[in-house]
């Protein structure tokens, strides 16, 4: 158990709703970052938050978007759905400043699937 | 693009055995981190190598690291069928704050 924590598990949308997922960061942690995963793959970088500000962001449209409070958790919201967005969606809390040079410490994931 | 690829895609072998995973990356990089992922669920760190290392060991892993060619290697010694997982090697590519990940390798131990 990382102490990460995702809701919710599964999700079903039809194409073009929106959704929100979120994400409880482990304690003491101030550094989330969220990836996509298509079956098959491996996690994809969507956007890092670090003190509630974008932190960098990876090769995901601007209908991805996202959100860090001030007790470190996060949710990652989604417009305008599409028949690709299925996947099974990570968030990952680490502790300092954001560094590279820390291990991601994951949550179970929220499985979407878009109809 | 995927600055990390393992090789193989997916290895099947008996428990006892040895399993070893390959990594390649492309960019430099300050360390690279394996993990595990059991049934497509979370991600559970299992090893981190920083650039200036060679080999890492925790239990019955053991991670090697060449810089020069670009690659890493995990070593899995006698292998349980509990360890049957999708492993990923991540590299924070130089001068960014996220890791890339590789598309994995499927372990599958038989009993």
């Known amino acids: 158990e990382t102490g990460v924590t995702q809701s919710p598990t599964h999700l079903i949308k039809t194409r073009g709703q929106q959704v929100t997922l979120r994400c409880s960061s482990q304690s003491g942690h101030n550094t989330v970052s969220w990836y996509q995963q298509a079956l098959g793959q491996g996690p994809q970088f969507i956007f890092q938050?670090?003190?509630?500000?974008?932190?960098g962001r990876g090769n995901f449209p601007p209908r991805f978007s996202g959100l860090q409070f001030p007790n470190y958790s996060s949710e990652l919201n989604v417009n305008a759905l599409e028949l690709d967005d299925s996947a099974l969606y990570l968030c990952?809390?680490?502790?300092?400043?954001?560094?590279?040079?820390?291990?991601?410490?994951f949550g179970s994931g929220t499985q979407l699937s878009v109809l | 693009s995927q600055q990390g690829e393992e090789d193989p895609q997916a290895l099947s072998i008996q428990e006892g055995e040895n399993a070893t995973m390959n990594c390649s990356y492309k960019t430099s990089i300050n360390n690279l981190q394996w993990y595990r992922q059991n049934s497509g669920r979370g991600l559970v760190h299992l090893i981190l190598i920083r650039s200036n290392e060679r080999e890492k060991h925790s239990g019955r892993l053991r991670v090697t690291l060449d810089t020069s060619k670009k690659s890493s290697s995990l070593l899995i010694t006698a292998s349980r069928a509990a360890d049957t997982a999708s492993y990923f090697c991540a590299t924070p590519p130089g001068g960014y704050n996220k890791l890339i990940f590789g598309a994995g390798t499927r372990l599958a131990v038989h009993p």
């Open positions: 938050y670090y003190r509630e500000e974008e932190n």
């Open positions: 990952a809390s680490s502790p300092g400043t954001a560094s590279t040079n820390e291990k991601l410490f």
